[in-house]
């Protein structure tokens, strides 16, 4: 009885450690997993919002260049005018 009661203490002692570390490994990558989701969860939203900022920045741009299209043609239209009249003055 005296050598059973030593062999399963000998199991307890090496098995238990060994069941702690694992249920220890397990807990761990549970956390790491969480905080890989959560970190390309914020990343991901973060991209799209850079995305959208781009592309109103784009859109204002583009207008701004429409815009600037636009004087440009009436200053280019004033100063053909005033040319016309100068001509005209000249001969």
């Known amino acids: 009885m005296i050598a059973t009661d030593q062999l399963v203490t000998a199991i307890a002692i090496t098995a238990v450690p ?3 570390v ?3 490994i397990l807990v761990n990558n549970q956390r790491l997993n969480d905080l890989n ?3 390309d969860s914020r990343f991901s939203d973060f991209g799209r919002s ?3 900022r781009f592309n109103q920045l784009d859109r204002r741009i583009e207008d701004s260049k429409d815009i ?3 004087e440009m043609f ?3 239209q004033v100063l053909d005018a005033r040319l016309k009249h ?3 003055h000249i001969r």
């Open 18 to 20: 060994s069941f702690a």
């Open 22 to 24: 694992l249920i220890g």
């Open 37 to 39: 989701r959560n970190i």
């Open 50 to 52: 850079v995305d959208l």
């Open 68 to 70: 600037l299209r636009g």
């Open 74 to 76: 009436r200053i280019e």
């Open 86 to 88: 100068l001509e005209e």
